[in-house]
C-alpha cells in the first residue's frame, strides 16, 4: 500500500533548503549557513512519522551542509588542500543545480495552476450524438458475453497485487561524469585552448552542465588540463596539456546526479 | 411586484441559457432552467422558443428542440450523413478493456457515482463514461441525495440488447462467487516480497 | 483542379461543422473534420477559426476553442458561475501541490524516468505518479535503453485538455522560469563554501 512520503509543511528537502535561503532571508552574510543547518535539523526532528527514504535524503542534504560549513571554520591555508576544495566545490555545485531545477519547476507548476484554474471556468459539451445515430453507432460490445462481463467486474474489484518489479533503484543516472570526461578527452586534444562556454554549447540540462564542469575540474585534478578564470563569473578558459607523463586517466568517482 | 417580460432580460441570461444548454446531456426541463437562471418559468419558455427560431434563421447546424419534456440541442435532421459518417469514422469500434471494467462495475454495482467507482478501479473513469455514454450503454439514472448530489450511472436498455440478456438479472451472479484460483495467486502476490520474474507474464487476457 | 477557397464553401458544410463539433465528445482534430466534410484541412481550419470568431461577436454562451490538439465546444468564462449551478458532479479534486510540481517537471522533460524526476524534486515520486496515471495525466511513453530499462513518462491529451492548451508548445517556455539572478546569487550565498573573512570584505565590487 501506498505510504504518504510528504511532512505537513515541506514536501522533501529540496523544498526546506529553498524556502530557508529565500523566504526566510536568513542574513546571508553572516550566519546563514550554520541557521540553515539549525532549521534542517529541527525540521528532521520534527518528522515524527518518519520515512525512511525522505529521511535519509533530509540527513544527507543536512550533513552536505554541515560539511560546508565546518570548512568555512577552518582557516584557509594557502598551499590549500585542493583536491578537498575542489571536491567541496563540486558538492555544493551539484546542490546548488538541484536547488534551481527545483525552483524552476516549483514556478512552472504555479503557471500550471492558473492555467488549470481559467480551464475549469469552462465546461465542454460532452452529450454526444442523439438517439437518432444509435443504430448508426458501431457496436463497441460486439463479442462481449455476459460471462466476459462478469470477468471484468471480478478483475476490476479484486485486490491490486504489486502489478511489476520496482527497478526504481536500478534506473539509469543519466549524467555521468565518466561519460563527460570521455568526452572531454575526445574533444579537447584538438581544439587546445577553448572557452568553456563553448564546450556546453547545445547542452540544455544544468545537471549536464554541472557535469562536465565537475569533469573538467577532475582533468584540472590529474594535470591534463590548464584552468583560466580573468574576472569572477568571467569565462573559464580550459588549455590542454599536450605532454603529461603519458599515463592513462586515473579511474574517477562518480557522483550521482 | 412587476412582471418581468422576456424583453427586460439581461443578454447574459441567454448567454447563460445556452451555456447550460451546451453541457446538458439529457433534454433539460424548463423548471430547472428557471431555478438556474433565477427566472420566472414562463420568461424561459419564451427564451427558449426564441433561440429556436433565432438558430434555425442564422442557418446553424444544431437546433433547439422540445424532446422528453424539455428542450435540448441536437443536430439538423438534414445533415445526418455528415453526422453518421463522422460518428462511423471517427471512433475504435472495440470496446477497451478499461471501458469494459467500469461497464461491468455500472451494470452490478448501479446506480453508481463516478466517484465510487473511481474508487473501485483507482482511476478516475471520466472519459469511459463519456464514452458509454456517448454510445448509450449508460446514461444519468438519478442523483445521490447526499450534499454533494452526485450523478448516478446506470445501464440503458441497449446495453441489454446489445449483450443479449433480457434484464439485469440474467446477468451472471457475482455474489455467492468464490476466489478462482487466478486471484488467490493474485493476492499471495501481493503479500509476496521476493520479486518473481513470473509476475510479469502471469497477466491473463480473455 | 482549382483550389478550393474558403469562401466558395457551401453553407451546408459550415452548418455540418457545427453539427459534428455538438456531437463530438472530445476535441475533434482538423484531419478528422476534413476527411468527414470532404474538404482540404486548410479550409477546414479557416471554417473553425471563423466559426469561432462568430461565435465571439454573436455574444453566444458557447465558444469554439482549439484544445488538445482539436476543437471543441464549450462555455464561455465568463458564465461558470450559472453552469457551475448546473452541472453539480463536474467538480475535479484539487491536484495537490506535490502532483503539480512533478507534472511540471514530466511536461517539460518528457520522456522522464521517475529516477530523474527524483533527482530533481529530492523526493520519490512514486506515489504521486501513480495519483497523476490514474486521472490519466500522464502515461508511460516508452522503456530507457539502459540497463535498468526504466519506465519512462510522458503527459497525455487528457493533460492538455485540463491545462485548456491546444499543444505542449503552447505552455510558456522553460527560459521564462529559469531563477533570476537575484535567486541564484541569493543561493549561492546561502550556500557559501568560501571562508567568511575573505568574502565579508569581496561583496562591494560587484
Given at each position: 500500500m501506498p505510504y504518504a512520503v510528504t511532512t505537513p509543511v515541506f514536501e522533501g528537502p529540496f523544498d526546506l533548503l529553498l524556502h530557508l535561503i529565500l523566504q526566510e532571508e536568513v542574513d546571508i552574510h553572516e550566519v546563514s549557513l550554520s541557521r540553515i543547518i539549525e532549521a534542517y535539523l529541527a525540521e528532521l526532528e520534527r518528522m515524527t512519522e518518519m520515512d525512511l527514504e525522505v529521511a535519509t535524503e533530509f540527513l544527507l542534504i543536512a550533513a552536505t551542509l554541515i560539511d560546508l560549513k565546518a570548512r568555512r571554520l577552518l582557516p584557509t591555508r594557502d598551499d590549500g588542500e585542493l583536491d578537498e576544495e575542489l571536491a567541496l566545490w563540486e558538492e555544493r555545485d551539484l546542490l546548488l543545480a538541484r536547488l534551481l531545477d527545483c525552483k524552476t519547476f516549483k514556478d512552472v507548476a504555479s503557471v500550471m495552476h492558473d492555467l488549470i484554474e481559467r480551464a475549469e471556468l469552462t465546461h465542454p459539451r460532452l452529450a454526444g450524438p442523439d438517439e437518432r445515430f444509435a443504430a448508426v453507432m458501431p457496436d463497441l460490445l460486439e463479442g462481449v458475453s455476459p460471462r466476459r462481463l462478469q470477468r471484468a467486474f471480478l478483475r476490476a474489484t479484486e485486490p491490486k497485487g504489486p502489478v511489476s518489479i520496482d527497478l526504481f533503484h536500478v534506473a539509469p543516472i543519466r549524467a555521468s561524469v565518466a561519460e563527460a570526461l570521455e568526452f572531454l578527452v575526445g574533444q579537447l586534444p584538438s581544439l587546445g585552448r577553448v572557452s568553456f562556454r563553448q564546450l556546453i554549447a547545445g547542452v540544455t540540462d544544468r545537471i549536464e552542465v554541472v557535469v562536465r564542469f565537475l569533469a573538467i575540474l577532475e582533468l584540472f585534478k590529474q594535470g591534463r588540463v590548464d584552468l583560466d578564470q580573468a574576472e569572477r563569473f568571467g569565462d573559464i578558459t580550459v588549455t590542454w596539456n599536450n605532454n603529461p607523463d603519458g599515463a592513462d586517466l586515473a579511474p574517477i568517482d562518480n557522483y550521482d546526479g | 411586484m412587476a412582471k418581468t417580460e422576456p424583453s427586460d432580460i439581461a443578454p447574459e441570461v441567454v448567454a447563460a441559457l445556452e451555456a447550460i444548454l451546451l453541457v446538458a446531456v439529457e433534454p433539460v426541463n424548463v423548471k430547472l432552467l428557471a431555478q438556474v437562471l433565477e427566472q420566472p418559468t414562463s420568461v424561459v419558455e419564451v427564451l427558449c422558443n426564441r433561440l429556436a427560431t433565432s438558430y434555425d434563421e442564422a442557418g446553424h447546424g444544431f437546433q433547439l428542440v422540445k424532446v422528453a419534456g424539455g428542450f435540448r440541442l441536437q443536430t439538423r435532421p438534414e445533415l445526418s450523413s455528415y453526422v453518421e459518417r463522422f460518428v462511423l469514422d471517427g471512433q475504435?469500434?472495440?470496446?477497451?478493456?478499461?471501458?469494459?471494467?467500469?461497464?461491468?462495475?455500472?451494470?452490478?454495482?448501479?446506480?453508481?457515482?463516478?466517484?465510487?467507482?473511481?474508487?473501485?478501479?483507482?482511476?478516475?473513469?471520466?472519459?469511459?463514461?463519456?464514452?458509454?455514454?456517448?454510445?448509450?450503454?449508460?446514461?444519468?439514472?438519478?442523483?445521490?441525495?447526499?450534499?454533494?448530489?452526485?450523478?448516478?450511472?446506470?445501464?440503458?436498455?441497449?446495453?441489454?440488447?446489445?449483450?443479449?440478456?433480457?434484464?439485469?438479472?440474467?446477468?451472471?451472479?457475482?455474489?455467492?462467487?468464490?476466489?478462482?484460483?487466478?486471484?488467490?495467486?493474485?493476492?499471495?502476490?501481493?503479500?509476496?516480497?521476493?520479486p518473481d520474474s513470473t509476475t510479469a507474464t502471469a497477466d491473463t487476457n480473455d
Open positions: - | 475504435q469500434s472495440r470496446v477497451s478493456s478499461a471501458a469494459l471494467e467500469t461497464l461491468a462495475i455500472i451494470a452490478y454495482k448501479q446506480p453508481i457515482s463516478r466517484q465510487q467507482i473511481s474508487a473501485i478501479r483507482g482511476v478516475d473513469p471520466e472519459s469511459v463514461l463519456r464514452t458509454l455514454q456517448a454510445r448509450g450503454y449508460i446514461s444519468e439514472v438519478s442523483r445521490d441525495d447526499g450534499p454533494g448530489l452526485a450523478v448516478l450511472y446506470g445501464t440503458t436498455p441497449l446495453f441489454l440488447e446489445r449483450l443479449g440478456v433480457n434484464s439485469l438479472e440474467d446477468l451472471p451472479p457475482i455474489s455467492d462467487f468464490v476466489p478462482d484460483a487466478g486471484v488467490v495467486e493474485a493476492l499471495e502476490a501481493g503479500l509476496r516480497v521476493v
